[in-house]
């Protein structure tokens, strides 16, 4: 089932002339992963702001057509409900810090207080997700005084210490070194295990290759390519439609251009490897064969060696595939 369904969706900002979504329709459903990719401007983050309520009841602006989340209209939901419902992680991290709390503990701790969750669990939540987000270090600084990175972690920490079933993350690496990124990916990864609804946009198109089930291309407001990851990532229309493909789908394709195909195009490093290895595998043994049936001698060889009956292949065959007789 549907848990955001967008009919026709279609946004305009106050003030502005262009609308920055343009009948934008897709089904979201439960405990999956969609990646959002795009070129700057394209309608991503406004996409996010719409499928977490922000659009019409914080940006109001002129909202035609359905957003529909878990059954209700999006009009019709209470903004406290529904920011309980879907965690939300802001594209600047400096929007998401509160600027009210003195430490990193009490901002992450913030909206687990505003629930009313008992201390100790409080404690225990906290800690954990710190932990996990390596910033154990700084529970005790000043959340104003955090590099741009540490604050992406800490905004990040503050949305998954609330558990939300839907997460929507909105470039959570754009501050963070490979590896804070790979961190920030194996957190998103274990909440997806954990059969989390995840929406992330973001930039890094090898990661999302390797993790996301689906795909939506956002170009001018509107949904431009959209379905499961292998098909969308391995499509070189895409490049067109302002996003970009992950390497190994670009190496697939200059194999194709080479005359050497694989025999379909990867959208990771593994894929390729496999892809590549089967490759090497089937050109190995029609060299092979080539060579062998090149000489009188070769030839007989190569028919001892493939016929059914042949004391060779009897060998091989014998107690697999019946025809082969038992040798002499
Ligand atoms: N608060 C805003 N007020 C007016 N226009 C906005 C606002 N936020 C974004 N826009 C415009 O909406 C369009 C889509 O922007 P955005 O959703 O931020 O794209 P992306 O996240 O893909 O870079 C852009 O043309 C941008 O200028
Ligand atoms: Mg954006």
């Known amino acids: 089932m549907a848990f955001i369904e967008l009919k026709n969706a279609t946004y305009k900002y106050p003030y502005t002339k262009e ?7 897709y089904s979201f459903e439960k405990g999956k992963f969609y990646g959002i990719i795009g070129e700057n401007g394209g309608g991503k983050t406004t996409l996010c702001n719409l499928m977490r309520g922000l659009i019409p009841h914080f940006y109001l602006g002129k909202l035609t057509g359905e957003a529909i989340i878990d059954g209700v209209d999006v009009r019709e939901w209470d ?3 529904i920011s309980a419902q879907i965690g939300y992680v802001f594209q600047n991290p400096f929007t998401q810090i509160s600027g009210i709390k003195e430490t990193v503990f009490e901002e992450v701790a913030m909206g687990l207080e505003n629930l009313g969750v008992p201390k100790d669990e409080i404690l225990d939540r906290v800690c954990q997700v710190c932990r996990q987000l390596k910033i154990e270090d700084l529970i005790k600084n000043n959340p104003n005084e955090l590099s741009g990175g540490q604050r992406q972690r800490v905004a990040f920490a503050s949305i998954i210490v609330m558990d939300p079933e839907t997460l929507i993350i909105d470039e959570p690496t754009s501050q ?3 590896e804070g990124t790979e961190d920030v ?3 998103i990864h274990t909440l997806k295990g954990r059969g989390k609804t995840l929406v992330l946009v973001e930039h890094k198109i090898d990661l999302i290759a390797e993790y996301c089930d689906e795909i939506l291309v956002m170009q001018h407001g509107s949904i431009a390519a959209s379905g499961p990851t292998k098909k969308i990532l391995s499509d070189l229309s895409v490049l067109d439609k302002g996003a970009m493909l992950p390497g190994a789908a670009i190496f697939g394709h200059e194999m194709q251009r080479a005359g050497k195909p694989l025999r379909e195009i990867p959208i990771t490093v593994d894929e390729a490897a496999a892809l590549v290895a089967e490759r090497g595998k089937a050109e190995w043994q029609s060299r092979l064969k080539t060579r062998a049936l090149a ?3 070769g030839l007989r060889r190569w028919r001892t060696l493939t016929s059914p009956y042949s004391p060779a292949s ?3 065959l014998w107690g697999r595939t019946a ?3 038992p040798p002499a």
Do not use: C, Q, Y
């Not at 609308?19 to 329709?25: E, G, T």
């Open 185 to 187: 990916f194996e957190i």
């Open 19 to 25: 609308p920055a979504l343009k009948d934008v329709s």
């Open 79 to 81: 903004t406290a409900e």
């Open 176 to 178: 963070l070194d490979p």
């Open 323 to 325: 025809p082969a007789r």
């Open 314 to 316: 009897g060998w091989r």
């Open 295 to 297: 000489t009188p001698t």
